[in-house]
Nanobody, 120 residues
């Protein structure tokens, strides 16, 4: 059973930066997509950024130009570099690994989340 552990969250002032990490262990088959999601109080979880096995990245419009997703396969770790943070970025950030075969989901694993708080 794969386990994902996020780290790097914290309190930062608006305009500041944070780098989140998602370390994976127990992976038997690599995911075909790794993503960062976030969930603010009272809101639904939303996709922030994703990176596919071949390296293709995708970003939500609200983070384009500010956040960068990257990965280090040797360390089984995915990063989310967050720059120019805004109070609206305050949320719990979750890492997700997903492997699919067509319409069938082989696994969909979540980390425990890391809190990011941006003060104005």
């Amino acid at each position: 059973q794969a386990q994902l552990v996020e780290s790097g969250g914290g309190l930062v002032q608006a305009g500041g930066s944070l780098r989140l990490s998602c370390a994976a262990s127990g992976i038997a088959v690599r995911p075909d997509a790794i993503a960062w999601y976030r969930q603010a109080p009272g809101k639904l979880r939303e996709l922030v950024a994703s990176i596919r096995a071949e390296g293709t990245t995708n970003y939500a419009d609200f983070v384009k130009g500010r956040f960068t997703i990257s990965r280090d396969d040797a360390k089984n770790t995915v990063y989310l570099q967050m720059n120019s943070l805004e109070p609206g970025d305050t949320a719990v950030y979750y890492c997700n690994h997903k492997l699919s075969a067509g319409a069938l989901t082989i696994y969909n694993t979540w980390g425990q989340g890391t809190q990011v708080t941006v003060s104005s």
